[in-house]
């Protein structure tokens, strides 16, 4: 079972910051937190990753609370292209190891 | 970012015939690859890990019979569905996890998807 709680579905205005919520209380201490995307029957795209501390990529902002039981995705400028579901997986770093998606929160991106 | 092709992008066929999709690694070697299958307006299911040189593992449920995956090197993972029947008709995907230059396997790539449609 999916190890995270997303919210089903937002809706944010084109241009406007897109702040996706995650909830994983039974995250470990070697576990990460990724996030994913997937655009309507496309393979998941990865958006960024981290352990404890903040990160930012040229896609996003990842912001995870000290006690790393839920974080947060930043889209700073939401586009229509950011229209997709985003799913939350926490997973270790370990070769073998698969992702697991849960149900993932449907962001709309609207004009 | 890593690259994974796969082929084909999709496929019809009969029920009953057998469909082999081809998840490659372009730019980097996978010793393991995963395979995932997706049906309507439902999340990501892993069906199973493959080990290069070595047997699949197979998630609980999935009939290993039905579904063979091959991992002939370290840039090819082959799944074959056997016997196809409607109910097999689905969106599916393969991955790699990409080893960093720290020995950490950090994102997981996934290639475009093939759309299996059985008749």
């Known amino acids: 079972d999916a190890k995270t709680t997303q919210p089903p579905s937002m809706d944010c205005a084109e241009g406007r910051a897109a702040n996706l919520p995650c909830n994983h209380s039974?995250?470990?201490?070697?576990?990460?937190v990724y996030w994913y995307r997937q655009i309507h029957s496309q393979g998941p795209q990865y958006i960024i990753h981290?352990?404890?501390n903040n990160e930012t990529n040229e896609m996003a902002s990842l912001i995870i609370t000290e006690d790393r039981k839920s974080s947060t995705l930043i889209l700073p400028h939401a586009t229509l292209r950011d229209t997709a579901v985003y799913y939350c997986?926490?997973?270790?770093?370990?070769?073998?190891?698969?992702?697991?998606f849960g149900k993932g929160t449907t962001l709309s991106v609207s004009s | 970012g890593a690259v994974v092709s796969q082929h084909p992008s999709w496929v019809i066929c009969k029920s009953g015939t057998s469909v082999k999709i081809e998840c490659r690694s372009l730019?980097?070697?996978?010793?393991?690859m995963f395979w995932y299958r997706q049906f309507p307006k439902q999340s990501l299911m892993l069906m199973a890990t493959?080990?290069?040189?070595?047997?699949?593992?197979?998630e609980q449920g999935v009939e290993k019979d039905k579904f063979l995956i091959n991992h002939a090197s370290l840039t090819l993972s082959t799944l074959t569905v056997t016997s196809a029947h409607p109910e097999d008709s689905s969106f599916y995907i393969c991955?790699?996890?990409?080893?960093?230059?720290?020995?950490?396997?950090?994102?997981?790539?996934f290639g475009p998807g093939t759309r299996l449609t059985v008749l």
């Open positions: 991955s790699a996890r990409v080893m960093s230059g720290t020995g950490s396997y950090n994102e997981q790539f």
């Open positions: 039974t995250i470990s201490g070697n576990e990460y």
């Open positions: 981290g352990l404890k």
């Open positions: 997986i926490v997973t270790s770093n370990q070769a073998g190891t698969a992702l697991i």
């Open positions: 730019d980097f070697q996978a010793t393991t």
């Open positions: 493959s080990n290069e040189g070595s047997k699949a593992t197979y």
